[in-house]
């Protein structure tokens, strides 16, 4: 037992995880310049190392106490919404996707990271939310995440956008830059 609410385990420290058990062989990737080219050629998968966070644009804006609002701990559970949960931990995946980049391109990493909004899709997680059913195709809901993945114009210029319809947009979240390190730190904090 870690101790973490269990949507924010999944849906922001599993992405954390990931993101830096996985990060020595995607700065390898990014640095081999012959494998990015022999990619070019069979593909469309752009100009570094990439990694696409699934976040949403279902949101919420966070507080800047992360540990009494946003992992919730097991005496706070009478506060629990599942709902307003589902929003910090999606919004948070934005925030921390932006501040990764930051810092890839402050080392000189050649990672891109985005983050995306997939659509809504008939799912388990959304009737959890009390939601009865999606209204886009699984197929559709593939496409924008699928395009951050393998677009040769999704690249480092693009890093720390979060993606709509496969369009880049600024996340309205990441311009509050205090919130962004705070929320960076505490996450950081549980590894």
């Not at 995607?26 to 022999?38: E, F, H, T, V």
């Not at 949101?59 to 009478?78: A, C, E, Q, R, V």
């Not at 959304?126 to 993945?149: E, M, N, Q, R, V």
Request: charged share 20%.
């Amino acid at each position: 037992d870690d101790n973490e609410e269990l949507q924010f385990s999944v849906n922001v420290m599993s992405y954390i995880r990931l993101m830096n058990g996985l990060l020595p062989l995607l700065i390898k990737s990014g640095q081999d310049k012959q494998r990015r080219i022999d990619i070019k050629q069979l593909s469309n998968y752009g100009d570094c190392a990439k990694i696409v966070n699934v976040a949403s644009q279902y949101t919420t804006s966070l507080s800047t106490d992360p540990g009494k609002y946003f992992n919730l701990s097991p005496n706070m559970k009478h506060n629990y919404d599942s709902n307003e949960q589902y929003k910090k931990t999606k919004a948070a995946d934005r925030m921390l996707t932006y501040k990764a980049s930051q810092i890839f391109i402050e080392k000189g990493y050649n990672i891109g990271i985005y983050s995306c909004h997939p659509g809504v899709t008939t799912s388990n997680v959304l009737s959890g939310l009390g939601f009865g059913s999606g209204w886009d195709s699984a197929i559709k809901c593939a496409k924008t995440p699928l395009y951050c993945a393998t677009n040769n114009n999704v690249g480092l210029k693009q890093s720390g956008k979060f993606f709509k319809d496969s369009k880049p947009t600024d996340c309205q979240y990441c311009r509050d830059k205090k919130k962004v390190q705070i929320i960076w730190d505490y996450c950081q904090s549980l590894l």
